[in-house]
C-alpha cells in the first residue's frame, strides 16, 4: 500500500479553508474511490484527472486508487481540487517528490489533455492559504495576477499539469507573478461634464463626504444616472485591506481581468429595475455566488427607477442594508459575502414620467403611491433626498461644474474629520453613528437644534428623521471646516429632506 498526500483550498463565501487529500494505491482491480464524496462534480473530477495525468505522459497506478478528501464537513465541489487530486496519485505512486508538494497548496481545474484550467475565488483560497502557514501557492496562470496581489506567500502560475510535475522534481520553473502597479486612472466621467443641478452636485459631495444613502428624483433625462456615475470619482480610494475585501468578492464572482486584477477604486454597481432577487442579493445553484449587493461592497449600489422594482427585490434589499452582509444558504452550504455599500436611488416622480412636471397627467393618488411604496424597506435609511428639476435651456450656457478632483478634495478632508472623531468609537463615517449617540453623547448646543426640535413639537419630522437630518448636519459641518453643525447646518440638512420626498 502507498499513501500520497497533497492540499488545495475550499472557498465557502470569501473564506478559505485548507483541504487535504490523501491517496492511497491498495492491492486489488484498477479504479478509482472517491471516500464520503456524494457530489457528482468530484466524480466528473475524478475522470478529468485520471485523463490528464495519462494525457501528461505520467502513469497511472494499475490498482485500486482510493482518494479522500478532509475535514469531512467541508463543501467538496468544483473543480478547483483536480491538480491537488492529481498530485496526490503522482505521490502516491512515488512519481513525483515530497520536498516541495508538502509546502504547497495547488488550485485548478485539468483538461482532458492535462492543461490547467483557472476557477473562481483564486483570491480568497491564497489568502486563506496564506493565514493558514502556507509557504506556497500554484495557481492557473490566468489567476496568477489576482493570487500575486497577496503578500507573505510565494505565488507560482502554471498552464499545464507537466509543468507542475516538473516544478516538483526541481526540473523546471513555474511563473512567477508581475509586479503590479495599481495606478489611479479612472475611466469614469469628470463631475465637470454634469451642467446646471447646483442643488443636486451638492447633495452628491454631501453624500460622498457623510457616506449616506441618496434619493434623486426627478424627471427622466436629467441627468440623475450621470451624476450617480460620477459619485465613485469623488470618494477616496479603498484602503489596502479595503481593495482585497472587494478583490476576493470580484475573485469569486469571476470578474477580475489578469490586466486589472486589484479593485482600488469603490466599485459602482447598477442593476436593473427589473434583475431577480438572486440577482440582487447572490444565488444559483450548488453555492451561492456574490449578489450585486455584495459586489458594490465598499462602493455604490445605484438602483435607477427603483419604484418599477418588485416588492420582492425591494425587500430583498433590507437584510443587507441593516447587516452589511448576507447569508445565501444553497446546496452545498451557506455562503456569507459582505454587502456595505452606499446607496443611490433614482426614480422618476412619478408613472407618466413626462419630461416636466407642469405635463403630468396622473391622478394625485397615484403619484403618491408611486414613490411611496419604497418608503418602508428603503427610504427609512436614506438621509438625504433630492428632487431635480428640468434646467432651462438659456441656462446651460454660462455654468461650467467643479472638477472631479476639486470636489474630491473637499470630501476627503471632511471624511478625515469624521474618522477623527468618530474613530475612538469604533464608526468611521457620519452616516454610521448611531441615534442615542447623536442625541446624547454628541448632544448639540439648545440653540443649534432649535429648528429641529420646533418641527418634531409640530410632528413634521418624525424621531428616525430627526436622526437623519442630525448625520447630515454633521457632514455639512465637516465640509464646511467646523468642530460641530450650527443652526445653519441643522436647518440645511432639514432642507435637504423637504426637497426630496417623504
Ligand atoms: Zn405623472
Known sequence: MALGRAHSVAVTGVDGQIVEIEADIGRGLPGVHLVGLPDTALQESRDRVRAAVTNSGAKWPESRVTLALSPATLPKVGSVYDLALACA??????????????HTVLLGELALDGRLRTVRGVLPAVLAAKNAGWSTAVVPMPALAEAGLVDGIEVLGADRLTAVTDWLQGKGELAAPEPFDAGTVSARGDLSEVVGQPDARWAIEVAAAGAHHLMLTGPPGIGKTMLAQRLPGILPPLSEREALEVTAIHSVAGLLTSDCPLITEAPFIAPHHTSSVSALVGGGSGMAKPGAVSRAHRGI???????????????????????????????????CYPARFQLIL??????????????CVCAPTIRRRYLGRLSGPLLDRVDLRIR?????????????????????????????????????Y???????????????????????VAPLERLLRKGVVTARGADRAL???????????????????VTTALEFRDRGVG
Open 426 to 448: 469604533g464608526w468611521r463615517t457620519n452616516a454610521e453613528v448611531p441615534g442615542p449617540a447623536l442625541r446624547q453623547r454628541f448632544r448639540l448646543p439648545r440653540e443649534a
Open 388 to 424: 431635480m428639476k428640468a434646467v432651462a435651456t438659456g441656462a446651460l450656457m454660462d455654468e461650467v461644474g467643479e472638477s472631479t478632483e476639486d470636489v474630491r478634495g473637499r470630501v476627503s478632508a471632511a471624511r478625515s474629520a469624521a474618522t477623527e472623531r468618530w474613530g475612538p
Open 471 to 489: 448625520r447630515v448636519a454633521w457632514t455639512l459641518a465637516d465640509l464646511a471646516g467646523l468642530d460641530a453643525p450650527g443652526t445653519d447646518q
Open 301 to 335: 449600489l445605484f438602483l435607477d427607477e427603483c419604484a418599477e422594482m418588485g416588492t420582492k427585490a425591494l425587500e430583498a434589499l433590507r437584510t443587507p442594508l441593516e447587516d452589511g452582509e448576507v447569508r445565501i444558504a444553497r446546496r452545498d452550504g451557506v455562503a
Open 89 to 102: 496519485v503522482l505521490d502516491a505512486a512515488r512519481q513525483v517528490p515530497r520536498k516541495r508538494l508538502e
Open 346 to 359: 433614482a426614480a422618476n416622480p412619478c408613472p407618466c414620467a413626462p419630461a416636466r412636471e407642469t405635463d
